[in-house]
Each structure stands twice: as C-alpha cells, then as structure tokens.
Antibody
Framework: EVQLLESGGGLVQPGGSLRLSCAASGYTFSTYAINWVRQAPGKGLEWVSGISAGGDNTYYADSVKGRFTISRDNSKNTLFLQMNSLRAEDTAVYYC???????WGRGTLVSVSS | QAVVTQEPSLTVSPGGTVTLTCGSSTGTVTSGHYPYWFQQKPGQAPRTLIYDTSNRHSWTPARFSGSLLGGKAALTLSGAQPEDEADYYCLLSYSASKVFGGGTKLTVL
C-alpha cells in the first residue's frame, strides 16, 4: 500500500525539542522530494519545509528557519523534522506530503505548552 | 515571504456553480507558480484536486476545474454536490518556498 505515516508528536515545553518521522512505503521514496506541512488547531495549512529527492537541497518557511531541520534517510525510506526552540505557536498537526502533493500522511500532533 | 489570499467563505446552491480564487501579494499568478488546489474535510488530511493550474488527478471529479483568471488562480466547481462542502486551499510556489492560501470554507446550501 502506498502511504506515509508520521510519528514522534507529543507534548513538549516551550523551548524544548522534538523529532518527527515520516515513514514512506509503496513507492520509490528516493525518487521524490517531500515536504512537511502543519495545521494549527482550527486554522489553515502552512508549508513548513521541503527537501529534494537526494537530500541535497532543503527549504524552510521563515517562521521555522533556524529552529527546524529537515532531513531524510533514503536507505530507510524515512523523512525527519528536527524541531528545536519550540514555541506555543508551533502547536499543530504536522503532515508529511510527497512532492506533487498526491500523497499525504494522516498527521501527528505536536503540542507546545508548559 | 509572499501572502496568498483566498475568499474566507463562499456559499453555493446544490447544482450551482462557484469560483474560488487564489491571489498573490507579489502580483499576477502565473503557471510558473504551479498552482495547486486541495480539499479538506473535517478530521481528514488534505486531498489534492488540481495540480499545475488545471490538471485533475484520477480521483478528482470532473465538476472541478482549474484555471488562471484575472491575474489569479481559480478553482471552479460546476454542479455542486452536498459532499463538496469542505475547506479548499490553494498552494503557490515561489522559487525556494511554497505558500498556502488561508483557505475558503465552501458551504453547499
């Protein structure tokens, strides 16, 4: 089955860190770029970060630049998002989405609160 | 970072036609922004309807169409069905980044 499955979300204090994972299956992961998108409770979608197929090029929204790091392990068909210096406004469901946007995961909830 | 604007809400009658638009703070939206349109229903992940301005995926009902209209990207729904009630988001690409619009809540009533 072609799918993306996020994990690693949870409750973290402001200033803390969290690492999200996105496991891909059913397609050739190493062939496609992939993105992270988030959605705060009751709000719209926000593109967070993207990475090229080989991992050489990374891109970030201004809101997370310098705090979040995207990476991938093509040997394990897995995408990562290292989130540092977390703020309350980072609270959201985080989705991974394949380039061409034809495949999305179900999301993982990150809550930043003391 | 650019700002992408959409109508906050629209209402369409069953069987009716409605057009949602997607504008950019940087100026005219072109095919070079590779406009995408997504549908999201409560509690679900988004689903792509239209890619690269006007291309439908295999799962996209033919009643949805994409275009460029008056300097914006547009999504037209012709023959609205009750199941089309949802939030709709556009996405534009700007070289190294991508920006979603704020979304349009479409009511079929």
């Amino acid at each position: 089955e072609v799918q993306l499955l996020e994990s690693g979300g949870g409750l973290v204090q402001p200033g803390g860190s969290l690492r999200l994972s996105c496991a891909a299956s059913g397609y050739t992961f190493s062939t496609y770029a992939i993105n992270w998108v988030r959605q705060a409770p009751g709000k719209g979608l926000e593109w967070v970060s993207g990475i090229s197929a080989g991992g050489d090029n990374t891109y970030y929204a201004d809101s997370v630049k310098g705090r979040f790091t995207i990476s991938r392990d093509n040997s394990k068909n897995t995408l990562f998002l290292q989130m540092n210096s977390l703020r309350a406004e980072d609270t959201a469901v985080y989705y991974c989405a394949k380039a061409l946007w034809d495949l999305w995961g179900r999301g993982t909830l990150v809550s930043v609160s003391s | 970072q650019a700002v992408v604007t959409q109508e906050p809400s629209l209402t369409v009658s069953p069987g009716g036609t409605v057009t949602l638009t997607c504008g950019s703070s940087t100026g005219t939206v072109t095919s070079g922004h590779y406009p995408y349109w997504f549908q999201q229903k409560p509690g679900q992940a988004p689903r792509t309807l239209i890619y690269d301005t006007s291309n439908r995926h295999s799962w996209t009902p033919a009643r949805f169409s994409g275009s460029l209209l008056g300097g914006k990207a547009a999504l037209t729904l012709s023959g609205a069905q009750p199941e089309d009630e949802a939030d709709y988001y556009c996405l534009l690409s700007y070289s190294a980044s991508k920006v979603f619009g704020g979304g349009t809540k479409l009511t079929v009533l």
